[in-house]
């Protein structure tokens, strides 16, 4: 059975009539006003899962490094591809039963792919505890979402640990699942959610098992990669529109382009870079990751200190950004639409 929607208009209203696009604009209506609930499963839990399973049969039972690099291949291939094609074949399957179901399912996978409402939550989190004084839990806070090591950190260091993290974060965990779903729109026998979960898969693996040391070496060189070349789009056009929204582009490129890629991350670099010349800040320095200490690059020049207001001016930037690109998402969508009809 369908359902449909009776308005006093006399419209009946069915999934296909609304569209990807309002299923966009709802799933991140969703994920501004509520963060991904605690006690829900969510599908991210369920890619760490799997991956996680799959790592400890590799490494006990592959010990030579050329079979376990094959191995990151195909654990990278079947957890990337396979995410994407179990989301497109639910969706499919939901459909066939309750047209109304799988709309309703499709809202809320696409909005756990974005992490902004988290991310915002986590880092609000820190900058309070700031505020009151209290050293103790802004370290503690801190320390849920970064990799460094939090217990020495002093006031000035959590501040720069704390940008530094959404400015990463913020490209990897809100504008690129952005981008992706987007993607989607224009791909209509594909959709968004297929190609937000899959790119959400391959940042998981990056972040599980994408290290330069043992015993994952081998096994995550190509979940590293892979993720790398998934985010390299949308981490340029986050830069780019970055630039454009600051009203100082030249200035704000080319800062970007001569620090960006001092960093080892073809990325991060760039995605710390443009908020620090935008926010007229410096990020990178000496971190301590485990003990050990590394020194990443400078990004951006000293002109102020970094406080809660600039954070909260780089909170509003990525908003600002997403609700252009989402805006321009949908616009295109429909515009697509009208081409097809014709």
Not at 1 to 12: C, E, H, Y
Not at 230 to 259: E, H, M, N, Q, Y
Request: glycine fraction near 8%; charge should be neutral; charged fraction near 15%.
């Amino acid at each position: 059975m369908i359902l449909d929607f009776n308005f006093d208009l006399g419209l009946m209203v069915t999934p296909e009539q609304l569209g990807a696009e309002t299923v966009l604009l709802l799933a991140a209506l969703l994920d501004y006003l509520i963060a991904d609930p605690d006690r829900w499963l969510h599908p991210v839990q369920v890619m760490g899962w799997i991956i996680a399973r799959l790592t400890q049969i590799i490494l006990r039972t592959l010990p030579n490094p050329r079979q376990r690099r094959y191995a990151g291949i195909g654990l990278g291939l079947l957890v990337i591809l396979g995410t994407g094609l179990a989301s497109w074949f639910l969706l499919w399957g939901l459909e066939q039963w309750h047209s109304w179901l799988s709309w309703m399912v499709e809202v809320i996978l696409l909005a756990s792919g974005f992490a902004g409402r988290s991310l915002y939550q986590a880092t609000n989190k820190v900058l309070k505890a700031l505020q009151q004084g209290e050293m103790a839990s802004a370290r503690n806070a801190l320390s849920q979402f970064v990799g460094r090591d939090t217990e020495e950190l002093d006031e000035p260091a959590i501040l720069r640990a704390t940008l530094e993290s959404w400015a990463e974060n913020s490209v990897d965990g809100v504008m690129a699942p952005l981008f992706y779903a987007i993607l989607g729109l224009w791909l209509p026998w594909v959709g968004p959610v297929p190609l937000v979960l899959s790119y959400k898969a391959a940042s998981t693996l990056d972040s599980m098992i994408g290290y330069l040391r043992e015993p994952y070496r081998d096994l995550g060189w190509f979940s590293a990669r892979f993720e790398d070349y998934l985010t390299w789009w949308p981490c340029r056009l986050t830069v780019l529109t970055l630039a454009l929204l600051s009203g100082k582009p030249r200035r704000v490129l080319a800062i970007c382009r001569r620090d960006g890629p001092q960093d080892p991350s073809p990325n991060s670099g760039w995605s710390e870079a443009v908020y620090a010349a935008i926010l007229g800040v410096q990020l990178g320095g000496e971190n301590s990751y485990q003990g050990v200490k590394r020194i990443k690059p400078l990004l951006g020049e000293p002109d102020f200190p970094i406080t809660v207001d600039k954070i909260q001016a780089a909170i509003a930037l990525t908003r600002l950004c997403f609700l252009l690109w989402l805006v321009i998402g949908v616009v295109s969508g429909y515009c697509l639409k009208l081409i097809y009809l014709v």
